[in-house]
Nanobody, 122 residues
Framework: VQLQASGGGLVQAGGSLRLSCAAS????????MAWFRQAPGKEREFVAT???????LYADSAEGRFTISRDNGKNTVFLQMNSLKREDTAVYYC?????????????????WGQGTQVTVSS
């Protein structure tokens, strides 16, 4: 299984970024996909997850600003991030799992991408 995340970068507060994660080596359409993030000195935290049918769940910090989506035909999951804040600065990771419980826990996910850096400046 390979998950390749991209789309990170430097953006001013209030700006937007769209992250992408291309998956291979798994039956993508049957997997739950998710985004996590890890800021310096902090634990990796849940951001958003999406089922194959498009049902999504968000962390409180992401609700209303971020949108997770997927293209099952292209084996890709996206994270559209709007109204970015300095506290959104982190390395963002995509992850995949076949499980349907404890979907906000890092331990639920068996496959991880390499991460993409998002830096929000004031």
């Amino acid at each position: 299984v390979q998950l390749q995340a991209s789309g990170g970068g430097l953006v001013q507060a209030g700006g937007s970024l769209r992250l992408s994660c291309a998956a291979s080596g798994l039956p993508f359409s049957t997997y739950r996909m998710a985004w996590f993030r890890q800021a310096p000195g902090k634990e990796r935290e849940f951001v958003a997850t999406i089922l194959r049918n498009g049902y999504a769940l968000y962390a409180d910090s992401a609700e209303g600003r971020f949108t997770i989506s997927r293209d099952n035909g292209k084996n890709t999951v996206f994270l559209q991030m709007n109204s970015l804040k300095r506290e959104d600065t982190a390395v963002y990771y995509c992850a995949a799992t076949e499980k349907y419980t404890m979907v906000t826990a890092t331990s639920t996910y068996s496959s991880w991408g390499q991460g993409t850096q998002v830096t929000v400046s004031s």
